[in-house]
């Protein structure tokens, strides 16, 4: 069983920065992955990292803006959030999978354990 805890959450003004942490307990997985959940819309995939070999994925719409980063010796994980904007707003989940494949990085199906979400709130 492994247990995940999202802080760093708050409200900001477009072109604003945040920096979300994930600290997880219990099993160790393969990939590390933050998803977001707006108002009214699916869960998408925002980011994710393999703990070996520091593989890293972004969704389209974060990538240059946003960097996933961890921290083995305190198996936490960092979202640093740059410039954001209004459509930014949302619900931000950290995820766990235990043996997630390529294919389903980015699909919340590859993940076994979550967060309970921290909300990030982009004002313009």
């Known amino acids: 069983q492994a247990h995940l805890v999202e802080s760093g959450g708050g409200s900001v003004q477009a072109g604003g920065s945040l920096r979300l942490s994930c600290a997880a307990s219990?099993?160790?997985?393969?990939?590390m992955g933050w998803f977001r959940q707006g108002p009214g819309k699916e869960r998408e995939f925002v980011a994710a990292i393999k703990w070996s070999g520091r593989g890293t994925y972004y969704a389209d719409s974060v990538k240059g803006r946003f960097t996933i980063s961890g921290n083995n010796a305190k198996d936490t994980v960092y979202l640093q959030m740059n410039n954001l904007l209004p459509e930014d707003t949302a619900v931000y989940y950290c995820?766990?999978?235990?043996?997630?494949?390529?294919?389903?990085?980015?699909?919340?199906?590859?993940?076994?354990?979550w967060g309970q979400g921290t909300q990030v709130t982009v004002s313009s």
């Open positions: 219990g099993r160790t997985g393969r990939v």
């Open positions: 995820a766990q999978g235990l043996g997630t494949i390529l294919s389903m990085t980015r699909d919340p199906r590859g993940y076994d354990y």
